[in-house]
């Protein structure tokens, strides 16, 4: 089982990203999926989640309107676009079943000019 984040880096403010996440080990298309952030010295964030079939999301209040999460079931990736970046949104992001059963090794992300 394996979750293997990527596309995370230096961003300036206002600056966009998209993180991808590649899932293997599982059955991917049976597991709704999330992301959560970790910022420097701070507890776990949800930021977004995705059903199943992708005909759901949610968005923490933070994030909302600034992020979109996606998945492909066919290729096994989960995606979440970012876009209008603050420097509060610096974190180490990781990409998680939404049960938190399985959990990649994290992406920083840093958001600063």
């Known amino acids: 089982v394996q979750l293997v984040e990527s596309g995370g880096g230096l961003v300036q403010p206002g600056g966009s990203l998209r993180l991808s996440c590649a899932a293997s080990g599982f059955t991917f298309s049976t597991y709704a999926m999330s992301w959560v952030r970790q910022a420097p010295g701070k507890g776990l964030e949800w930021v977004s989640a995705i059903s199943t079939d992708g005909g759901r999301t949610y968005y923490a209040d933070s994030v909302k309107g600034r992020v979109t999460i996606s998945r492909d079931n066919a290729k096994n990736m989960v995606y979440l676009q970012q876009s209008f970046l603050k420097p509060e949104d610096t974190a180490l992001y990781y990409c998680?079943?939404?049960?938190?059963?399985?959990w990649g090794q994290g992406i920083q992300v840093t958001v600063s000019s």
């Open positions: 998680t079943t939404s049960d938190y059963g399985r």
